[in-house]
């Protein structure tokens, strides 16, 4: 989703930390919060690989002062994650936070960090849209580390791709990898997909597919050479 061009919304607390004669702006103050809240946690080193003008808003003393003002918190030194006071500025000025995922309550840990590291990538990739954080079954048996929604904008066609985002773990040698393909097996085959995906489209504007067209791919991330076979692949972002 194009994040760039939104409604202009000011918040006069807000406004001493917006160094316009820098050429920042109140939008670009809105996209940290928007890209803290998609990403769960962000270290300050990370904001620049987001955006480079972000530079100009991320400062430490400012970032501290988001955090005082309650609009971010820091669960760890430099780490950084967006409260729900945010959501308000979001929504009005064109933001779908329905899509983001809540707040987070963890404590912005390396192997989280190194999930931002992702997600900053994708970010990156061709015809990127947007991040997804669904859960699903009652009760929950697969929680991806995200859906990356890819979309061609010219021939207005999308791609869902799953990621799984591991770290070498001894639960790999008990088919703790084999288990999770077995869940996305499963998930193909499950009617809340269909109708997690039909209420999605409805939030960010995309068509929807008959049911039996809606397909995904799943993309696990690390040093992994197994073959899942066809729908499954290994390697980086």
């Known amino acids: 989703m194009n994040i760039d061009y939104k409604k202009i919304v000011t918040v006069d607390e807000l406004a001493h930390l917006v ?18 809240r998609l990403f769960k946690y962000v270290h300050i080193r990370q904001y620049q690989l987001i955006k480079k003008s972000f530079t100009k808003i991320c400062t430490y ?9 309650g609009y971010l918190k820091s669960p760890r030194h430099e780490v950084y994650a967006a409260t729900n006071k945010v959501l ?5 000025a064109g933001y779908v936070t329905e899509i983001l995922p809540p707040e987070t309550v963890g404590k912005g840990d390396l192997n989280e960090l190194h999930n931002t590291d992702v997600f900053v990538r994708c970010l990156k990739l061709p015809h990127f849209y947007t991040l997804l954080f669904p859960r699903f079954g009652y009760p929950v048996y697969l929680i991806p580390d995200a859906l990356l929604v890819q979309k061609d904008e010219n021939l207005s066609r999308y791609k ?23 869940n996305y097996v499963r998930l193909s085959h499950d009617a809340a997909l269909y109708a997690y995906w039909k209420n999605i489209c409805r939030l960010i ?33």
């Open 88 to 92: 308000p500025i979001l929504n009005e």
């Open 160 to 182: 869902l791709t799953f990621l799984e985002i591991e770290e070498p773990k001894p639960q790999w040698n008990s088919g703790w990898l084999e288990h999770k393909k077995d």
């Open 61 to 69: 003393k400012k970032l501290s002062e988001l955090c005082e003002l």
């Open 19 to 36: 160094p316009t004669k820098a050429g920042a702006t109140f939008s670009q103050l809105w996209q940290v919060f928007y890209y803290t």
């Open 205 to 237: 504007r995309l068509p929807m597919p008959d049911i039996s067209a809606l397909k995904f791919s799943v993309h696990f991330i690390g040093d992994i050479s197994k073959d899942f076979g066809k729908g499954f692949s290994c390697g980086v972002i």
